[in-house]
């Protein structure tokens, strides 16, 4: 390393697995080059939560709590990731505002998406309760 300004670049081939729902995480990724997918999974089910591109960010979760992480993260291609540890990260947030903004937004329109999902099933609970509820009436 040359300074605390580094940042690691690292390559995954198609199917590489960077990280696994639960590992510990103290860095984020940025994606340079390729597409890698986000997955959640429980009791041996995956859902696919994103898939995300040049440009785009994960891992941040992790690096701003210092929890464990909350998904899988596979390269869906080649693909190369700059990894930023939470020194660089800390830096670059007292340089520039405009990447806790962006970072902010990306959050906010993720959560949003996962967010639909679960009113549907709300909503399908829902339901269920109310047809059991008129089933029972009836026996």
């Given at each position: 390393?040359?300074?605390?300004?580094?940042?690691?670049?690292?390559?995954?081939?198609?199917?590489?697995?960077?990280?696994?729902?639960?590992?510990?995480?103290?860095?984020?990724?940025?994606?340079?080059?390729?597409?890698?997918?986000?997955?959640?999974?429980?009791?041996?089910?995956?859902?696919?939560?994103?898939?995300?591109?040049?440009?785009?960010?994960?891992?941040?979760?992790?690096?701003?709590?210092?929890?464990?992480?909350?998904?899988?993260?596979?390269?869906?291609?080649?693909?190369?990731?700059?990894?930023?540890?939470?020194?660089?990260?800390?830096?670059?947030?007292?340089?520039?505002?405009?990447?806790?903004?962006?970072?902010?937004?990306?959050?906010?329109?993720?959560?949003?998406?996962?967010?639909?999902?679960?009113q549907q099933l709300?909503?399908?609970?829902?339901?269920?309760?109310?047809?059991?509820?008129?089933?029972?009436?009836?026996?």
């Amino acid at each position: 390393m040359n300074g605390p300004a580094q940042r690691d670049e690292l390559c995954f081939p198609k199917g590489a697995v960077i990280f696994r729902q639960g590992d510990p995480g103290d860095e984020m990724f940025v994606i340079e080059k390729g597409r890698v997918r986000l997955t959640l999974g429980t009791a041996g089910h995956e859902k696919e939560v994103a898939v995300l591109g040049r440009g785009e960010f994960f891992g941040e979760l992790s690096l701003l709590s210092g929890a464990a992480r909350t998904a899988t993260a596979q390269a869906v291609e080649d693909s190369t990731l700059l990894a930023i540890s939470r020194d660089v990260f800390a830096m670059m947030v007292q340089d520039d505002l405009d990447v806790v903004f962006r970072m902010m937004n990306a959050q906010g329109q993720r959560l949003s998406q996962t967010n639909q999902p679960i009113q549907q099933l709300m909503q399908r609970l829902g339901r269920v309760r109310i047809l059991t509820h008129c089933l029972r009436r009836l026996l």
